[in-house]
């Protein structure tokens, strides 16, 4: 457990305890050649002890940065962020490396994040936390074994002395989540973890992910641009757009009472087999551009993509205010 500061005491609220991750306004800027972007532009999301929230948005719309500030691959430049009622985003040396091991990362090619010149058994060693380093060489061959069996991969003995060429993609990306799954992590924050992966072995390792949840009650933030797979794996859906998370609720609520109009662009653009008489002509084309985001904008940054947009829009930033139980959005249609 992160160890409890006298700072972080004073920041994490009796609610925020319950949730693995609380987010709180958080930005993220980068510079390069001396123009800022401002990716991250107040990102307020919550993902509960045990729950898969999906984080779905198109490219671009700071999803990886997101997922790389939370890991604290980088660090918010404002904001919060707690983790177990923690304040964790300016946290440094052991206890940065706690709040790693309790939060693992699962990215869209396996292959580039398996070390090729390690064994799978050495790959999994590297990713256990300090306090099981210690384990003896038999406790963590069980270990391994175990995880390696769960994710399907059997007989774990023969997979721990192999390499991550010798493997399919599909049989990579159990590896990568068995080796999440012997870190015991709190939170497993996903990146576009089967978008490289055929469409037979989507399923599969999806419900995988929905297994391990249930059974070790792991938190995962499954992060996609696939509104569909999103529905099925998660409970809950965050919607984002240019850094800001624009819409939120319960995953049947976002899907078939979309209320942002980003929303319900997103779900005509996607494709749906169920839909009738959808011909190439009818298909919805997102009108425009994203916002540039180095410059500076003013009132909604869907504004300039948006079909119900008016003069408010323009000027004023939108709060995000309750559209329905459980069902937030970011828009002035629903904040008179
Ligand atoms: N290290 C960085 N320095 C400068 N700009 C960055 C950096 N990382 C990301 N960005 C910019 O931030 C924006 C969001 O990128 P990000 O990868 O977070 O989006 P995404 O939603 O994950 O997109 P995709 O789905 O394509 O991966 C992009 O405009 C990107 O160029």
Excluded: W
Excluded at 87 to 100: H, P
Excluded at 152 to 160: M, Y
Aim: with cysteine; net charge positive; aromatic share 6%.
């Amino acid at each position: 457990m992160i160890e409890q500061t006298e700072a972080t005491t004073l920041i994490g609220s009796t609610d925020d305890k319950g949730a693995a991750l609380v987010l709180k306004d958080v930005h993220k800027r980068f510079v390069q050649r001396g123009r800022v972007s401002h990716v991250l532009r107040g990102v307020s999301l919550t993902v509960g002890a045990g729950e898969i929230v999906a984080l779905v948005g198109e490219s671009g719309s700071g999803k990886s940065t997101l997922a790389r500030t939370i890991m604290r691959l980088y660090r918010p430049d404002e904001g919060r962020m707690l983790f177990g009622g923690v304040e964790v985003g300016q946290i440094r040396g052991r206890l940065l490396k706690d709040y790693r091991s309790q939060v693992q990362m699962l990215f869209q090619d396996p292959f580039a994040s398996l070390n090729p010149t390690h064994t799978i058994r050495t790959i999994m060693a590297h990713s256990l936390p300090t306090n099981r380093t210690r384990m003896s060489r038999r406790e963590k061959e069980n270990l391994f074994a175990d995880a390696l069996a769960r994710v399907g991969l059997n007989p774990p003995a023969n997979f721990l002395t192999q390499f991550p060429h010798e493997l399919s993609g599909g049989q990579r990306q159990r590896v990568a989540l068995a080796r999440s799954l012997a870190a015991q992590p709190k939170l497993v924050l996903a990146d576009e973890p089967v978008s490289m992966l055929d469409v037979s072995l989507r399923l599969s390792v999806l419900n995988l992910m929905q297994r391990l949840n249930e059974e070790f009650q792991i938190g995962y933030l499954y992060i996609t641009h696939d509104l569909a797979s999103a529905r099925y794996v998660a409970s809950r859906i965050a919607v984002m757009y240019a850094g800001e998370i624009v819409e939120e609720g319960t995953a049947d609520k976002v899907i078939e009472e979309a209320k942002h109009p980003y929303t319900q662009l997103l779900i005509e653009a996607a494709p749906d087999p169920n839909r009738q008489a959808q011909t190439a002509g009818e298909t919805t084309v997102f009108r425009g551009e994203p916002p540039n985001l180095t410059q500076k904008i003013v009132g909604c940054p869907f504004q300039f993509r948006c079909p119900h947009v008016n003069n408010r829009c323009r000027v004023e930033m939108p709060k995000m205010v309750d559209v329905g139980d459980e069902h937030k959005a970011k828009c002035h249609l629903f904040d008179v």
